[in-house]
């Protein structure tokens, strides 16, 4: 079976249906070993963010 690196990302949550159908060429060329990696550096920076929290330390300081 041919390796689908697109698959491979999207599986992962890589939003790749949202970029460029140039953008998706380029990926869809990557090789196993390059998607493991792009999937690991989005699940360390997964693990180090939480859009939730984020989102609510915005301070508004009025004058």
Do not use: Y
Request: proline share 2%.
């Amino acid at each position: 079976m041919t390796f689908d690196a697109l698959a491979a990302l999207r599986q992962a949550g890589n939003p790749v249906d949202l970029l460029t159908a140039e953008q998706q060429d380029v990926l869809a060329q990557l090789t196993e070993e390059e998607v493991a990696v792009l999937n690991s550096v989005r699940l360390r920076l997964d693990a180090v963010s939480d859009a939730d929290v984020e989102g609510h330390s915005t301070a508004i300081k009025l004058a």
